[in-house]
């Protein structure tokens, strides 16, 4: 075969190929069409049976040279990039995506920005028990320069028998202290009802892991102007933990802090797994800031400062950490909340490399 003979079936097959490119964008935009409609019905895009139909019809026209299972194989990569393509489309359709904002969210606290230059720490007890417990964490905090202090006066307790929070009152005593030292208020909400009456008393709703999926909280905490601290859920992907953030951000409300805080596994050691690849993971799927709660994801003190140092490194806005004058006689969370010399102390440790406020 001479040299020419091969350029000239060369020049064939690079014909070939840009016929197959055109023909296969074609399919793909006759997909995409499809897909749209399918939205608008909210119809599943993946359709299994069709797909095999598909297949079977194509293989009875297989005349060769390439063999059925070869012709199966690369018609179901051409199937599975056209519906990656829908996928894609759905994922640049959310609002909390980066896709669709490439600028980080920055999201401020009154005048406090939490996502901007400098990393963040949200501290404070696991409940609000007393106002003098709350006001020597205040103190202690007003001292450190840490700004957002936390406290839970709802408690979404594992057992009815235990500590269920002080309720309003709490969210009072965070109010009056906070504005004493001139602190801002985080404070969990498990009630859609009592989001209204919440952003009277709190700088930042949380809503709390067993409440992620709580679609009714959600809409209620997008329909105000506060901004939301949004935890992961004990057993939620990834995906369904943008999507719940999603909740919020459609219904207006676009000032959302995202919160990996571990999730379950069989591991015993520690009381969740903190997923530390979900904070590179959720920063270059969203604009919204990522904090890390080393306390509940770990469920102990002794490892916070490596704890602390990992979720920072993985590029996490700030942390948050339970921290309660006296732990050992806390009304929860006794075995993970430090005391407030531990806290000045894993403060101290943390600054050398961030620059945390
Ligand atoms: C909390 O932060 O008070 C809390 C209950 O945490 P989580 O919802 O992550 O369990
Ligand atoms: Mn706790």
Redesign the pocket.
């Known amino acids: 075969m001479s040299h020419q003979q091969i350029e000239k079936l060369r020049q064939k097959l690079d014909e070939i190929n840009l016929q197959l490119l055109q023909i296969i964008n074609e399919r793909a935009s006759v997909v995409k069409e499809i897909g749209e409609i399918k939205k608008r019905y909210g119809v599943q895009k993946f359709d299994p049976i069709r797909e095999k139909d598909m297949l079977e019809r194509i293989v009875q026209h297989n005349e060769g040279p390439f063999d059925d299972n070869t012709v199966r194989h690369l018609f179901k990569q051409i199937f599975k990039a056209s519906l990656s393509l829908l996928e894609d489309d759905h994922k640049k359709a959310l609002l909390v995506s980066r896709k669709r904002q490439s600028k980080d969210t920055v999201v401020m606290v009154g005048d406090f920005p939490v996502g901007g230059e400098r990393n963040v720490m949200v501290a404070g007890p696991?409940s609000v028990e007393s106002e003098e417990q709350v006001r020597q964490v205040a103190q202690t905090m007003r001292k450190l320069g840490i700004r957002l202090i936390?406290g839970?006066a709802y408690?979404?307790r594992t057992s009815p028998y235990d500590f269920q929070g002080l309720g309003e009152e709490g969210l009072k005593i965070l109010r009056r202290v906070a504005d004493e030292f001139g602190l801002k208020v985080v404070s969990?909400i498990v009630h859609p009802a009592d989001i209204e009456m919440a952003t009277q008393y709190v700088d930042v709703i949380?809503i709390?892991?067993?409440n992620m999926q709580n679609f009714e909280l959600l809409k209620a905490a997008g329909s105000v102007r506060k901004p939301v601290l949004l935890?992961r859920g004990l057993a939620a992907t990834l995906e369904e933990f943008l999507f719940a953030a999603e909740y919020i951000v459609s219904r207006g409300n676009t000032q959302v802090i995202l919160c990996e805080?571990g999730i379950r596994t069989y591991e015993k050691w520690t009381r969740n797994t903190l997923d530390i690849s979900a904070v590179p993971i959720l920063k270059q799927e969203s604009h919204l800031p990522v904090l890390v709660?080393i306390s509940?994801s770990t469920g102990r003190r002794d490892i916070l400062l490596p704890i602390a140092k990992a979720a920072l490194a993985a590029g996490a806005d700030g942390i948050?950490v339970e921290a309660h004058p006296e732990p050992s006689v806390a009304l929860s969370d006794a075995q993970q909340q430090i005391n407030l010399a531990q806290l000045e102390e894993l403060l101290k440790q943390l600054r050398q490399t961030y620059d945390l406020v």
């Open positions: 696991c936390r839970g408690k979404p969990e949380q709390g892991a067993r935890k805080r709660d509940h948050m």
